[in-house]
C-alpha cells in the first residue's frame, strides 16, 4: 500500500475506511455453522456452503485456507447458488464476537481460480474476510477475487487485494442484478487494493447491476491495465451511491477515470451520487481522478486532489452528461490536455459553493485550454452554471486560465471569486470564445490578479451577438489588461475595469456596446491605456475613464483594425479626466463624442483630442467643469451632487448605472454613476 497523505490517516484512525474494529459483536441467527482448521465440523469454507440451507450463516475462524475446486465452467474457492451469509474474524473459542483486523480470516486461491463465485439470483453476505490470490484461468474471463452473475453482494470490513482479472474487474466482477425483492447490493468499510484487470475496473467492475452503494471504503492501488477506471468502473448501472470512500492511487493510464469511471445510462437515467468523498493521487489518459461519461451524478463536498491525466480532465472529466456540484474541492490536478480540474464537454452542468484551486492544463502544442474549468457544450438542452465558486491559482497554456467556455450554449456565471489564475496566451481569468446559439450571462463575478498575453481578467472572441457581461470587476489583473473583445456584439454592463496592468478594455474589430462602466487606474505601454478600439463600429454610453496612465498618456485610443478595417466608434455621457490625452485618433477612423464632461482641476486632461487629421469627428454637447468624485484619489469615483457630470447628460435609454442604481435621477448624469438616493445590492453581488 502506497502512503496516504495526513488527511486521508485521518479518515482512517475515524473509522471511515478500512475494516471494522476490535469486538464488533454480531447476532447469531438460528442456522449457523462453524469453520476452523482443526476441531469444527467444517475445515472448509465451501464444505459448509454446501451443507448450509438458504439463509444460513457460516462463520469461520481465523486461519490461511487455501484450495480451489471446478463446478461447470467456474474454478473458485467458494462456490455459492444460495442466499448466505458468511462471516470472518471468529476464533473457536468465540463465535460471538468478531475481530477481523486481529483475527484475519484468509481466504487465498493461490492464483488457481476465483476466491468467490455467486452464479444465479442468490444473495451472498460477506462481512470480515481477507480475499486474495484470485486469478482467470483461461486468458478471456473477467474477475479475480470475487464473481457475481445476476446476483448480489453485500461486502463490508473485508480486504480484498493481489487479484487479477484477464479483463474486468480484478478485484470484484458483477454482471446483472435482477433480484428487485432483495436489498441492495452493498460495499461497507472495506480495503480494496493491489488488483489488476487487464482491461475494465482494477479493483471493482459492476456491469449492470441494480443499485449500489459504497460507503467508507478504501480504494487504493489498483490497475485497469487497457481500460477505464483504475479504482471502480460502473458500466449500464441505474443508481450508484457513494459516501466517505476513498479513491487513492489507483490507475487507467490507456483508459478513462483513473480513481472511478461511470459510463452509460443516458443522461436524463437516475443519478450516481457522491458525497464527502476523496478522490486523490490518480492517473488516467483521461479524466485523472474521475471521468463520466452518458449518465447523470451528483457530487455533494467531494474532494478531487491531486490527480493527473494524460489527456483531458486532471480532476474530472465528463461527456454527454448531465451533472450537479455542491461544494467540495478540485485542486492540484494536471491535465497534459485540456484542464486541469473539470473538463466538461458536450455536458451540462450545475456547479456551485466549490473551489477550484491551483489546476494545470500543461500541454505546449496545441495549447491546453481551461486551467481550471473548461466547458464545451452543443446541446441546447444542457445548461451550464456556476455560481459562488473560488476559481484560484490555476494556469493553462492555452486560452482562460482559470475558466474557458468554449462554444457553450446557456452558460451562466454569478457570483464566481476567479483570481490569481494564468495563462500565456488570451483570458488570464476567464476565455469566452466561439458562438453558441444562445446568449451566455456572466453576472457579478469579481476577476482578480489574474495575467495573460491578452485579456489579464477577461476575454471574449465571438463573430455574433452572445454574451453579457454585466456588473463584473475586473481588477489588478496583469500581463494583458483588464478585458479583451475580439469581434461580435458583446456587451459589458455595470463593469468596473480598475488597476489593470495593461489596456483596462482592448477591443478588436468588434461592434461591442459598453454601458455604465468605469474605467480608471489602468498602466499600459503603448496607446489607450484605458480604453482601445481596433476596428469596427463599437458604442460607449455612460462610460468614465479616469486616471489611466503609462503609454502615450491617451485615456482612449482609436484606430482602424489590425487588417485595416474600419472604424466608426461612438461615445455618449463619457467622462474623461486625469490623462495626458483624453482621446487620440489614428487614421483613418470615424468618432462620434456626444455630451463629454472635460474634468478640470485635479482631474484635468493636458489634451482634450488629439487628431492628426484624416479622421472623421463628430463633437457635441462638450461640458467643462469639476468632476467632484467623491474619493478619486483613494479609487472612489462615484460623484457628488456638486459634480459638473450631475444632470448634464442626454438620454441614451439606459435605465441604470454602474451600481445597478435607477437612472436617471432627474435628468441623466454623465459618466457611469448617477448620483442620487442608492439601492444597495446584496453583498454576493456587489
Not at 481466504?107 to 484470485?134: E, R
Not at 479475480?144 to 480484498?160: C, E, F, P, W
Not at 491546453?368 to 491559482?393: C, H, K, M, P
Amino acid at each position: 500500500m502506497k502512503p496516504v497523505n495526513l488527511l486521508l490517516s485521518g479518515l482512517l484512525m475515524l473509522g471511515l475506511l478500512g475494516a471494522a474494529g476490535p469486538g464488533r459483536a454480531l447476532a447469531a441467527p438460528a442456522n449457523e455453522l462453524h469453520v476452523c482448521s482443526s476441531g469444527c465440523a467444517y475445515s472448509t469454507v465451501q464444505a459448509a456452503v454446501t451443507a448450509a440451507a438458504s439463509g444460513d450463516t457460516i462463520k469461520v475462524a481465523a486461519g490461511a485456507y487455501h484450495g480451489v475446486s471446478t463446478v461447470g465452467s467456474h474454478t473458485q474457492m467458494v462456490y455459492i447458488t444460495k442466499n448466505i451469509t458468511l462471516l470472518g474474524g471468529f476464533t473457536p473459542s468465540n463465535w460471538t464476537a468478531a475481530n477481523p483486523a486481529t483475527n484475519v480470516t484468509l481466504l487465498d486461491a493461490q492464483q488457481l481460480g476465483h476466491v468467490f463465485t455467486v452464479n444465479g439470483a442468490y444473495q451472498a453476505t460477506i462481512d470480515g474476510f481477507s480475499i486474495t490470490g484470485g486469478k482467470t484461468l483461461d486468458g478471456v474471463s473477467d474477475s479475480g477475487g470475487i464473481y457475481v452473475y445476476d446476483g448480489r453482494l453485500i461486502l463490508s470490513h473485508s480486504k480484498v487485494y493481489g487479484n487479477t482479472a484477464d479483463l474486468d474487474g480484478g478485484g470484484i466482477y458483477m454482471l446483472r442484478s435482477s433480484m428487485s425483492a432483495l436489498p441492495n447490493s452493498s460495499f461497507t468499510s472495506n480495503e480494496i487494493y493491489s488488483n489488476t484487470a487487464g482491461d475494465m475496473g482494477g479493483g471493482v467492475m459492476l456491469d449492470a447491476a441494480d443499485t449500489v452503494t459504497f460507503t467508507g471504503n478504501n480504494i487504493h492501488d489498483n490497475t485497469a491495465t487497457n481500460g477505464d477506471g483504475g479504482g471502480v468502473y460502473l458500466d449500464h448501472c441505474p443508481n450508484a451511491a457513494f459516501s466517505q470512500d476513498l479513491f487513492n492511487a489507483n490507475h487507467a493510464d490507456s483508459g478513462s477515470g483513473g480513481g472511478l469511471a461511470i459510463w452509460g445510462y443516458g443522461s436524463g437515467g437516475t443519478n450516481q451520487t457522491l458525497t464527502g468523498d476523496v478522490v486523490s493521487g490518480n492517473s488516467a489518459s483521461h479524466g485523472g481522478g474521475m471521468n463520466f461519461d452518458t449518465t447523470a451524478y451528483i457530487l455533494n463536498q467531494v474532494t478531487v486532489t491531486g490527480n493527473t491525466s494524460a489527456h483531458d480532465g486532471g480532476g474530472l472529466a465528463t461527456y454527454a452528461t448531465l451533472g450537479t456540484i455542491n461544494g467540495g474541492v478540485f485542486g492540484n490536478n494536471t491535465s497534459n490536455g485540456s484542464d486541469g480540474g473539470l473538463f466538461l464537454q458536450l455536458s451540462g452542468a450545475s456547479i456551485s459553493g466549490a473551489t477550484v484551486i491551483n489546476n494545470h492544463a500543461t500541454r505546449s502544442y496545441p495549447a491546453s485550454w481551461g486551467g481550471g474549468i473548461y466547458f464545451y457544450n452543443e446541446d441546447l438542452n444542457r445548461d451550464a452554471t456556476f455560481v459562488q465558486n473560488t476559481i484560484t491559482g490555476n494556469t493553462a497554456t492555452g486560452r482562460g486560465g482559470g475558466v474557458a467556455i468554449d462554444g457553450g450554449y446557456k452558460v451562466l456565471l454569478r457570483a464566481n471569486q476567479i483570481t490569481g489564475n494564468t495563462t500565456s496566451t488570451l483570458g488570464g481569468g476567464l476565455s469566452i470564445y466561439g458562438d453558441p446559439t444562445v446568449s451566455g450571462s456572466y453576472l457579478y463575478n469579481t476577476l482578480q490578479s489574474n495575467s495573460a498575453a491578452t485579456g489579464g481578467g477577461i476575454s471574449v472572441e465571438q463573430q455574433q451577438n452572445r454574451t453579457a457581461l454585466s456588473f463584473n470587476r475586473v481588477v489588478s489583473n496583469t500581463g494583458g489588461g483588464g478585458v479583451y473583445l475580439q469581434g461580435g456584439t458583446p456587451s459589458l454592463d455595470g463593469t468596473t475595469v480598475k488597476g489593470n496592468a495593461g489596456n483596462g478594455v482592448m477591443l478588436a474589430v468588434s461592434n461591442a456596446v459598453l454601458k455604465n462602466t468605469l474605467v480608471a487606474d489602468n498602466t499600459c505601454a503603448n496607446h489607450g491605456c484605458g480604453i482601445s478600439v481596433g476596428g469596427g463600429s463599437p458604442q460607449f454610453l455612460h462610460i468614465t475613464v479616469a486616471h489611466n496612465t503609462g503609454g502615450d498618456g491617451s485615456g482612449i485610443y482609436i484606430n482602424y483594425g489590425q487588417s485595416g478595417e474600419n472604424v466608426n466608434a461612438s461615445f455618449t455621457n463619457t467622462l474623461v479626466g486625469g490623462q495626458t490625452i483624453g482621446v487620440k485618433m489614428n487614421s483613418p477612423v470615424t468618432l462620434t463624442l456626444n455630451t463629454t464632461l472635460w474634468a478640470n482641476g485635479a482631474w484635468l486632461n493636458s489634451s482634450e483630442v488629439v487628431d492628426p487629421g484624416g479622421n472623421t469627428l463628430a463633437r457635441s454637447g462638450d461640458v467643462r467643469g469639476d468632476a467632484a468624485f467623491v474619493n478619486g484619489a483613494a479609487g472612489n469615483y462615484h460623484i457628488q451632487s456638486t459634480s459638473a457630470a450631475h444632470d448634464h447628460g442626454v438620454n441614451a435609454s439606459v435605465t441604470d448605472d454602474v451600481d445597478g442604481d435607477v437612472r436617471p435621477c432627474g435628468a441623466p448624469d454623465i459618466g457611469a454613476d448617477e448620483w442620487g438616493p442608492k439601492q444597495y445590492l446584496p453583498l454576493a453581488e456587489k
